[in-house]
């Protein structure tokens, strides 16, 4: 035997029926307190220091920027093979790729160990753990500071950010090798 489908009407009256009745028994929902919105993009989060003044943003589809730099270059060219770099850093970084900020973290990865400690042969090869640093990074979780070193950091308007919406630099995880710092001075 089939069972009688409910009234619409007659079920959202009972439910807010049960709501009020709720409220005067405990009492109305406290207000909740606004979160703020978390920018999308490492851009948006206007990262402090040196490494974060030189944005780029290629305009167009990834086809027709490849196009324009192949035509006026060479597919083989080293404007070309930059090019296919910046467009795989769009896709984590969003429009705008800090320049200064991936050079350097580039440098981090291909100087110090830290795809080692990352990848320590647990079916994680180094291509993944490399783009999970830039994937972090790009979120604002880490961020090259000053000196060139790395930092695990924690965004502003984020539960654990500094007061008055400053970015909290939490612990180093890569210092800047010495020759690199000698050579940057």
Avoid: C
Avoid at 70 to 84: I, Q
Avoid at 138 to 167: F, K, R
């Amino acid at each position: 035997m089939a069972r009688k489908q409910a009234d619409p009407t007659a079920r959202r009256a009972r439910e807010a029926a049960r709501r009020a009745a709720a409220a005067q028994r405990i009492g109305p929902r406290p207000p909740r307190t606004p979160r703020p919105r978390q920018p999308k993009f490492l851009f948006d989060l206007e990262p402090p220091g040196a490494f974060y003044t030189d944005w780029d943003s290629p305009v167009g589809t990834d086809t027709e920027v490849m196009t324009q730099v192949t035509d006026h270059f060479g597919a083989d060219s080293d404007e070309a093979t930059t090019m296919r770099f910046l467009l795989r850093f769009r896709e984590i970084y969003g429009p705008n790729i800090p320049l200064g900020a991936i050079g350097q973290l580039e440098l981090l990865l291909d100087e110090t160990d830290l795809l080692t400690q990352l990848s320590p042969g647990a079916g994680v090869t180094t291509d993944d753990a490399r783009d999970s640093v830039h994937s972090l990074h790009a979120q604002g979780m880490l961020l090259i500071a000053d000196d060139g070193s790395l930092w695990m950091t924690v965004p502003p308007g984020t539960p654990y950010s500094a007061p008055n919406g400053e970015w909290s630099f939490v612990e180093q995880k890569v210092q800047a090798p010495a020759e690199l710092i000698d050579t940057a001075n």
